[in-house]
């Protein structure tokens, strides 16, 4: 219902590790458009909306009206792990994925037993089908990442957002 209302172009949803935190490289993106683009409005996603923040973000409780109302009417979407099974992708809507380690050991598809049914395997593939862009750390992360999620949209071999800081 909330999908046929207009969406907002200068919005963006934030999530980390599934609304636990305010942390990673979401906060470090968060950061940089709170101070560079303030005539951006910036939503975080929180298991727990009293869940302190930085700078002039509006918190939300992850899977809330609230949060439904912002899932279905913002432009952007960054986030280091997924959102919620509930959230469906509008035409036009943009999702930028993160991450948030560094995959020493194995990701995605490739973890062995991690998906114990197909409809398991496919719901993953789902998700990860809604991601425009793959924020990756290295050249090792953009050769698994095709087979580790499925993943046929842009790879952007730029490094975390949250160490960005180191080079500046």
């Known amino acids: 219902m909330l ?33 560079e683009h303030p005539d951006y409005t910036c939503v975080w996603s929180l298991v727990d909306e009293r869940t302190p923040i930085e700078g002039n973000g509006i918190r939300v409780r992850r899977k809330s009206l609230r949060y439904h109302y912002y899932m279905a009417t913002s432009k952007y979407f960054v986030n280091n792990v997924n959102f919620a099974d509930s959230y469906e992708k509008r035409k036009g809507q943009i999702e930028v994925q993160t991450m948030h380690g560094t995959p020493l050991k194995t990701i995605g598809l490739d973890v062995p037993g991690d998906f114990p049914t197909k409809k398991s ?12 862009y793959l924020i990756v750390q290295s050249k090792f ?9 499925k993943f046929e949209n842009t790879i952007m071999d730029t490094g975390y957002p949250r160490t960005d800081i180191l080079y500046s």
Do not use: T
Request: net charge positive; charged share 35%.
């Open 121 to 132: 395997e496919k719901k993953y593939i789902r998700k990860c089908k809604r991601w425009d």
């Open 3 to 35: 999908r046929i209302l207009p969406g907002r172009k200068k919005r963006i949803v934030f999530e980390g590790w599934w609304g636990q935190k305010f942390h990673c490289n979401p906060k470090a993106f968060y950061k940089y458009m709170d101070k």
């Open 141 to 149: 992360v953009a050769d698994l990442a095709p087979s580790a999620f």
